[in-house]
Structures are given as C-alpha cells and as structure tokens.
C-alpha cells in the first residue's frame, strides 16, 4: 500500500469522509489527498478535527465537494492522528543512492545524475513521503548522508537489497527495509561493474546486502537502467504488489522496449530469395507476440524497417513458408 492508501484506510476507520484545507499547493494538486498524506508525513502539516472551516472539502476520491470538511490537513494541537501512527501503520522501505563513484563522472553526466535524483524524489513522493530517500550526495534532495556505511550502520537493517545490474540473483519482488541503488550514470560506457563495486566494498565494511539483477524475460535489455525507473519498478512491486514484469511494462520507454525488440526480433523472420535478392520477412501478427514490451504498432514499424525486415499479412508469410527452401543459401525462393 501507498502512505496515500494508508491514509485513507485511517480517515476512514475514524469514519472521516471529507477532509479539507486551506494549502494552496495541496488544492491545485491534481492528487490532493496523496498531497495531504505527503505534508502530514513531512512534518509540515497535521489532520486536525474540524471546526469552523473556511477552506475547500475533498472527498477521500480526491474530488471536490460542497459538504463541510469532518477533518482538515493544517496546523493544530489536538491532531487526529500523529505523522507517526500514519507511517508506521505501512511497509515503506528505504532507497539509498549511492554516490560514492560521483567522481567518476563527466561534468554532463554529474547534471544528469542530479536530474535522476530529483526524479527519483518525485518516484517516493508518490508512494512515500522524502525521508524515505537517502542519498549519499549533498543536493537538497532527500536526506543526505556521508555514505551508505554510516547510514545502515545507524539503522541496523535485517535485510538489505543492492540492485546491480551484474549480481547473480535475480529480484523476484523480494521484500527488504533498505534497496540500494548506484549513483550512477553511464553515458560515457566506462562505469560497468561499479555497482558490483559498491557491494564489494558494503560487504568489507561488514554490511551482509543481497545483490539482486533486475531481468525481463531472463534479460536485463529492456530493463530501464534510470535510477528513478529502477526506484519505481521496486515500489510498484512492493507496495502495488504488481508482478516484476508488469511494473517493469508500466516504467518502460519505448526507446528501451526498442533496444529488446531488436534483440528478439530476428528470431521471428525468415529469409526469401528473389530475384537473387535475399531479404527478411516477418509476419505482422508478431507484433503481439511482444505485449511485454511498451510497445506502440510504429515502433515496431521502425525497427523492423531499421532492420530491413519486411512485413507482411501473415497469410503471405503462411504461403512463403510453403515454396521452394534452398538448402545451401537458406532461404525460400520466390518465382
Ligand atoms: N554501469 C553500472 C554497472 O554496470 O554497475 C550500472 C549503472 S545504472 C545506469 C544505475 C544504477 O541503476 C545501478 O547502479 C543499479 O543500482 C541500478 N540498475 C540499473 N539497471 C539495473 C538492473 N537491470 N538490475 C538491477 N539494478 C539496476
């Protein structure tokens, strides 16, 4: 469960139907509820029982309504809940971004790991509130620690998972209180590895963490390798309880699901001769073979076309199949 679902199963067990405010950023949002759920865990608002009210009334749907407010998301004493009976009523892991390669990095990619930081922000804003990320870099995004070590050092964690693109095990949707996750971005190619590195280095440190690869179909092409898409893959999982691959579906670009396709595709093809011209045909039905992948019918379109695969009807590819095979060149001969 998200804090925001939390947070509705609390409202509602106090038989709270409506909640109101007065927090700008809260009435504009386009999830209001989540956003109230968000304050309240971030310290910077409480529920309080509601009194003479001028705000606007939500319905825990999050649609406006008209009706008075029976509770509202500001600041009071006499709180209906504490932010600590909110949080502690789910299973909200922790995500650490580990910066400790940062050096390593262009002066490009340091940008584009501060943009995946910030991302990553708005991934546990979604499902959890921004004490829950932990980064190992100082940029005003979550907490900041000097290191991974000193933060499970303080902590005490029964299990911790590393993903790392290059660990033996495979995540199958394994429950942990801490994930983590490498800072890093690979844009120049020269960091392979690293994240097995960080594992290396926890385990020498005397921390036990359990190093899982992220796969789709036994295959980590077409895993996106954002920080932010990783992050969400494991909360959709763990807390949406949806399966590796469907969360995996839900994050991918279509860039990515193209690199798999690619990979997968010419197993799907047969070679044709005509004309002493030898080329590759598909038929158009494999398309759904690869609902998997979020993928749109031009994509697919284009990597064939990029890889000078022609499709066909499936009734021609059928017919194809049924002239003449030429052993020693391996294909069929058309004509
Ligand atoms: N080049 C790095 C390496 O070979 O270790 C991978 C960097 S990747 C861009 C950034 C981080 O995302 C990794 O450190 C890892 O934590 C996570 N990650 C990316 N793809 C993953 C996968 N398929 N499985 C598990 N973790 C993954």
């Known amino acids: 469960m998200r804090l925001k679902d939390i947070f509705i199963k609390m409202l509602k067990e106090k038989n709270i139907e409506r909640v109101g405010t007065t927090i700008r950023k809260i009435i504009s949002s386009d999830d209001p509820i989540k956003m109230m759920a968000l304050y309240i865990a971030n310290g910077r608002a409480n529920i309080c029982p509601s009194k003479t009210y001028s705000g606007i009334s939500f319905k825990l749907d999050g649609n406006k309504c008209y009706d008075p407010p029976q509770a509202y998301v500001g600041r009071c004493k006499d709180v209906i809940f504490t932010k600590d009976e909110l949080i502690s009523k789910g299973y909200f892991p922790y995500i650490v ?188 039905s494999v398309f759904n073979e690869f609902k998997w992948l979020n993928l749109r019918l031009e994509d697919f379109y284009r990597v064939c076309s990029e890889q000078k695969f022609i499709v066909v009807s499936d009734r021609l590819f059928e017919e194809v199949k049924r002239s003449k095979w030429d052993e020693k060149r391996r294909c069929y001969v058309l004509g």
């Open 97 to 284: 971004i580990d910066c400790r390669y940062h050096d390593l990095h262009s002066k490009k990619e340091k940008k584009k790991l501060l943009l995946q930081i910030r991302q990553t922000l708005g991934v546990i804003r979604e499902y959890m509130w921004d004490d829950r990320l932990i980064v190992t870099l100082k940029c005003g995004c979550g907490r900041y620690y000097q290191s991974s070590e000193d933060f499970l050092r303080q902590m005490d964690f029964k299990n911790v998972i590393l993903l790392d693109p290059n660990a033996e095990n495979i995540y199958n949707g394994e429950k942990a209180d801490c994930y983590i996750i490498g800072g890093i971005v690979d844009k120049a190619g020269n960091k392979k590895g690293l994240t097995s590195k960080i594992g290396e280095e926890l385990e020498k440190a005397g921390f036990s963490v359990d190093s899982r690869k992220i796969v789709l179909r036994g295959d980590t092409v077409g895993v996106p390798d954002r920080i932010n898409h990783i992050t969400e893959i494991i909360l959709k999982v763990v807390l949406d309880e949806k399966s590796v691959e469907d969360a995996i579906r839900e994050v991918q670009p279509p860039i990515i699901a193209k690199w798999r396709l690619r990979k997968e595709l010419h197993e799907y093809t047969i070679r044709v001769m005509l004309k002493n011209t030898i080329f590759r045909i598909l038929p158009k």
